[in-house]
């Protein structure tokens, strides 16, 4: 099993990381979040590794890639998107837990991007966008050994609830042309 974890909120991550490698998954990382975590000592894949390119403009392109995307995008259960996803090497992304940053930091784009993709795959990504699930999530993880079909609908709704919302407030902003 696999996560990406892309947060500028790092509030509860140590924790839950720690635990998610405790129980086996393999841990995805951007730059800040890799860098928190490497320095806990939880190991990460860094982003590049996965998609073969470096962050480049300041950091504001790195998660956004077919090699991110499609690790979310792709139907686990449809023989012609196995095919292509072993055709350009894209393993399956599990889990996505990202939050974005605010918008005095300017517009977050890759993180909205991967959430969605993932929300959009509920039957096989859970996505969290928010700390207060991680709890949740590793009590589902130990006890059942996985995230129920209905509790991972719940978080997609909560995802296009938070890209809504994000999506407003960088509408008002723009209006005001201010951040």
């Known amino acids: 099993m696999r996560v990406l974890i892309s947060v500028y909120d790092k509030t509860g991550i140590l924790d839950f990381a720690k635990e998610l490698t405790h129980l086996g998954w393999e841990i995805i990382a951007s ?7 490497n320095k806990s000592k939880i190991k990460t894949t860094p982003v590049k590794n996965i998609n073969g390119f470096p962050e480049i403009f300041d ?16 139907d686990r259960e449809n023989a012609k998107h196995l095919k292509e996803a072993k055709k350009f090497g894209i393993l399956p992304i599990d889990m996505v837990v990202c ?8 517009i977050d784009v890759g993180g909205p991007a991967m959430v969605r993709a993932g929300a959009k795959n509920y039957k096989y990504v859970t996505v969290l ?8 999530v590793l009590k589902f993880l130990k006890e059942k050994k ?3 079909l209905s509790f991972r609908l719940k978080l997609a709704q909560k995802t296009f609830e938070k890209t809504a ?8 902003s723009l209006k005001s042309e201010r951040f």
């Open 59 to 74: 950091g504001r392109l790195k998660t956004i890639s077919p090699k991110i995307e499609g690790a979310l995008l792709f």
């Open 165 to 172: 919302e994000y999506d407003r407030k960088i509408s008002q």
């Open 31 to 37: 730059g800040g979040t890799s860098n928190v975590l």
């Open 146 to 148: 996985e995230i129920p």
């Open 99 to 106: 939050n974005f940053y605010p918008l005095k930091k300017g």
């Open 129 to 136: 966008v928010t700390p207060g699930d991680y709890q949740k």
